[in-house]
């Protein structure tokens, strides 16, 4: 089964900047959609931003104009570029892969691979 390993969480201050990384294994996700979303303790899992192919984005209110999804196909990765961070975005984010191409990419269930998640912790 393909796996998705998150990388680059940690402590930040209010206003600080982070870049995670999601490197998947067992296949590539060239051309699959791509999603980051974030947990807080006690509450569900919400969408924080997805890439398609030929470069389409979507992103949560919440985050837009402050974080960045990109990907670099010949490093199989997908980014999440996070600037003015704000105690709010405080979370365990996941990267997550819909390889069926539901499209429903604020769902959840949308997709079928998850990553472990990475801490986010930003301190005001």
């Known amino acids: 089964q393909v796996q998705l390993v998150e990388s680059g969480g940690g402590l930040v201050q209010n206003g600080g900047s982070l870049r995670l990384s999601c490197t998947p294994s067992?296949?590539?996700?060239?051309?699959?959609?791509m999603a980051w979303f974030r947990q807080a303790p006690g509450k569900e899992r919400m969408f924080v931003a997805t890439i398609w192919g030929g470069g389409i984005t979507y992103y949560a209110d919440s985050v837009k104009g402050r974080f960045t999804i990109s990907r670099d196909n010949a490093k199989n990765t997908v980014y999440l570029q996070m600037n003015g961070l704000k105690p709010e975005d405080t979370a365990v984010y996941y990267c997550?892969?819909?390889?069926?191409?539901?499209?429903?990419?604020?769902?959840?269930?949308?997709?079928?691979?998850w990553g472990q998640g990475t801490q986010v912790t930003v301190s005001s």
């Open positions: 997550a892969a819909d390889v069926s191409y539901r499209r429903n990419y604020a769902d959840a269930s949308s997709y079928d691979y």
């Open positions: 067992g296949r590539t996700f060239r051309s699959y959609i």
